[in-house]
T-cell receptor, first 115, second 112 residues
Framework: DARVTQTPRHKVTEMGQEVTMRCQPI?????VFWYRQTMMQGLELLAY????????DSGMPKDRFSAEMPDATLATLKIQPSEPRDSAVYFC?????????????FGPGTRLTVL | GQQLNQSPQSMFIQEGEDVSMNCTSS?????WLWYKQDPGEGPVLLIA?????ELTSNGRLTAQFGITRKDSFLNISASIPSDVGIYFC????????????FGPGTSLSVIP
């Protein structure tokens, strides 16, 4: 069945290292979202794309985070350099074209730990 | 800015009991969404509400869109162990229908 996939599921790294998280949205979905989930802040929207174009990245720390969609089947979220405060679960979600409700389909997440 | 509040923050109930939780905001929402997150997984949409006063069911789940458009309720009847998880309410932001804000969640534990 159609699902959003994310890799890796878990990542442990040291402060200062580069981290790249990948997401494959559901085929045919043209909107892709990146969220971060922490106990303190809950689910926060970092950035989102429509038809591979970035529409909003205001939730993302610009100095170290970057998000791209090299093609319609791949979205990436990169942190360089990583810091301990970046430890969180990062979710990717995809949605069908606008007008079909707000349903977003979430991936299983990448649990990031920065030591 | 827009913010969602959920209560209770957590619940511990016996299997078979009914559950009620709610979501409130100081702002009006035109859509209310209820998601469930199982441990170690991403949130999954349970119910979407699009009209004030609307009452919608999905199996043992029933959700209502408050008349004031500033609140919504989710009820679970005859709880079972697999109902364990975090329940989030969510709604689209005024500034962008695509962008959804999530409440802090209600954590549900079911004691067999």
């Amino acid at each position: 069945d159609a699902r959003v996939t994310q890799t890796p599921r878990h990542k442990v790294t040291e402060m200062g290292q580069e981290v790249t998280m990948r997401c494959q949205p559901i085929l045919g979905h043209n909107t892709v979202f990146w969220y971060r989930q922490t106990m303190m802040q809950g689910l926060e929207l970092l950035a989102y794309f429509r038809n591979r174009a970035p529409l909003d990245d205001s939730g993302m720390p610009k100095d170290r985070f970057s998000a791209e969609m090299p093609d319609a089947t791949l979205a990436t979220l990169k942190i360089q350099p990583s810091e301990p405060r970046d430890s969180a679960v990062y979710f990717c979600a995809s949605a069908p074209r606008q007008g079909e409700g707000n349903e977003q389909f979430f991936g299983p997440g990448t649990r990031l730990t920065v030591l | 800015g827009q913010q969602l509040n959920q209560s209770p923050q957590s619940m511990f109930i016996q299997e078979g009991e009914d559950v009620s939780m709610n979501c409130t905001s100081s702002s009006i929402f035109n859509t209310w969404l209820w998601y469930k997150q199982d441990p170690g997984e991403g949130p999954v949409l349970l119910i979407a509400l699009y009209k004030a006063g609307e009452l919608t069911s999905n199996g043992r789940l029933t959700a209502q869109f408050g008349i004031t458009r500033k609140d919504s309720f989710l009820n679970i009847s005859a709880s079972i162990p697999s109902d364990v998880g975090i329940y989030f309410c969510a709604g689209p932001m005024k500034t962008s229908y695509d962008k959804v804000i999530f409440g802090p969640g209600t954590s549900l534990s079911v004691i067999p």
